[in-house]
């Protein structure tokens, strides 16, 4: 499938360090949290994505529950924008609009833009963050090739880690908002009972990836 741009942040161990521990801090009350966040974290909101923030590494976070000390928390941390394919009808989807978007993605501070690149630029750009991942928590449990019940493209492989009960997923996801085309590259840190098994087929598997990651 060709991609019309993708931008791009690499990720860090300190990154992935960061988002691993977000659910065994301390929690912080409501009131407290934006001042918290802002000086102790240094995130700030952003519009990039509805109701996110970006973090200190300009990354974009974005989570379902409170994002600090929370086990029962999902955390999103989006860390490529991909516009997957020349839309069929510019005008409806808003072709120069979206290319704009990107680029918006694109100016963040450590961020690059890969115009038009091909399927293996792509999925360089989801292997390199594989290996820091790999390196805080060892191989894979598994790893498959997604489709577009995770968005539209490109089909990249997801993989899939566990740490203690948390699941941690590195995929595509598609963009339930703002954008609705777009395609999130993100590392995904979600509960995850340790009675759990994941399912033994592929396509189950995407599935239970798919209700995980796609909020």
Excluded: Q
């Amino acid at each position: 499938m060709p991609v019309h741009a993708l931008a791009h942040s690499p990720l860090s161990p300190t990154v992935v360090r960061e988002l691993l521990a977000m659910p065994t801090l301390p929690a912080v009350p409501e009131e407290e949290f934006d001042e918290y966040s802002e000086k102790e974290l240094g995130w700030a909101y952003t519009s990039l994505v509805c109701d996110a923030v970006l973090t200190r590494h300009h990354h974009v976070l974005w989570y379902e529950g409170d994002p600090l000390g929370d086990p029962g928390s999902t955390l999103i941390l989006t860390f490529g924008e991909a516009y997957p394919v020349n839309p069929p009808d510019p005008d409806e989807y808003g072709h120069d609009a979206l290319v704009a978007l990107v680029g918006k993605w694109a100016a963040l501070p450590g961020w690059d833009l890969l115009r038009e690149p091909d399927e293996a630029e792509c999925e360089g750009v989801l292997d390199r963050a594989a290996e820091v991942v790999t390196g805080e928590l060892g191989p894979p449990l598994r790893v498959l090739r997604s489709n577009d019940w995770l968005g539209m493209g490109p089909h990249l492989r997801c993989r899939i880690w566990r740490r203690g009960e948390h699941g941690v997923v590195l995929a595509p996801r598609e963009d339930g908002g703002p954008y609705g085309y777009l395609t999130h590259l993100v590392l995904t840190v979600h509960p995850w009972p340790a009675d759990e098994e994941l399912p033994a087929s592929d396509e189950d598997c995407l599935r239970w990836v798919r209700d995980r990651i796609i909020l």
